[in-house]
């Protein structure tokens, strides 16, 4: 099986005032003279190693199930960073999301030949950094087309960016919780339920019109989960 290179680039955003991290997978073959369609990956290096996100492509690819594609994974510089950038509420999250579609995107554009289509821009998360990816795509439809959702953390200021969305046509979502999320024990102090506000949003997304997938699992949160799902996200989402 062929494999598709990983580069790790840095780029430095006006938006975040911070230099980003960024891990770019060609697909095996690659070539300047043709088109891809761009993934871009919040919680990038956990998708990266624990989600086997560029294995999973390199076998759908030499199998001819999945359009050879160009992903971009983001890793986080820490638990506090990852809160600031991506909770509905984190200081720099407004911040982040103008950097994914005002600056990434641009840039990519110019180093990679990717589609300048919203539905060939997609973007993909687990919990927080699923939230923060369905947001970005709320914001900037005509842009992103396409989100793929692990998890959500899902509260009442996203549900109520679905309900009040006016494209829902413009953009496909695939959205899977586990069963077992009803209780996430994250401390002895914390314990959260992601299953009940992830049922809402379902709703909230069929309500609207929204193009969706939605599955729960038998799991819980974590990517002993997650990784067993990555490569139907994958085949549903960049079909051959």
């Not at 690659?30 to 998708?47: A, E, H, R, T």
């Not at 289509?117 to 973007?123: A, E, I, T």
Request: aromatic share 12%.
């Amino acid at each position: 099986m062929r494999q598709g290179t990983i580069t790790e680039m840095e780029f430095t955003s006006q938006e975040l005032d911070e230099t980003i991290s960024l891990l770019i997978y060609l697909p095996a073959g690659y070539s300047p003279l043709y088109k891809y369609p761009l993934l871009i990956v919040q919680d990038g290096k956990d998708y990266f190693q624990m989600g086997r996100l560029t294995r999973f492509a390199d076998e759908l690819i030499a199998e001819e199930k999945i359009e050879n594609l160009v992903i971009v994974g983001i890793p986080y510089k820490n638990v506090k960073d990852r809160r600031k950038k991506y909770h509905p509420d984190g200081e720099k999250n407004e911040s982040y999301i103008r950097f994914l579609a005002h600056e990434l995107v641009p840039w990519l554009e110019k180093q990679y030949p990717t589609s300048g289509v919203g539905k060939c821009r997609s973007l993909m998360g687990d919990s927080l950094a699923a939230t923060v990816s369905l947001m970005t795509a709320l914001e900037y439809p005509h842009t992103f087309g396409k989100v793929v959702l692990h998890s959500p953390y899902v509260n009442d200021k996203v549900l109520a960016a679905v309900r009040s969305h006016k494209m829902p046509d413009l953009l496909d979502v695939y959205h899977v919780i586990g069963k077992d999320e009803n209780e996430i024990n994250f401390s002895p102090e914390r314990v959260e339920d992601f299953l009940t506000p992830n049922r809402e949003l379902r709703q909230a997304f069929e309500e609207k019109g929204f193009d969706s997938f939605y599955e729960e699992f038998d799991g819980g949160h974590s990517w002993k989960s997650w990784q067993p799902d990555v490569k139907r996200a994958l085949s549903m989402m960049f079909p051959r």
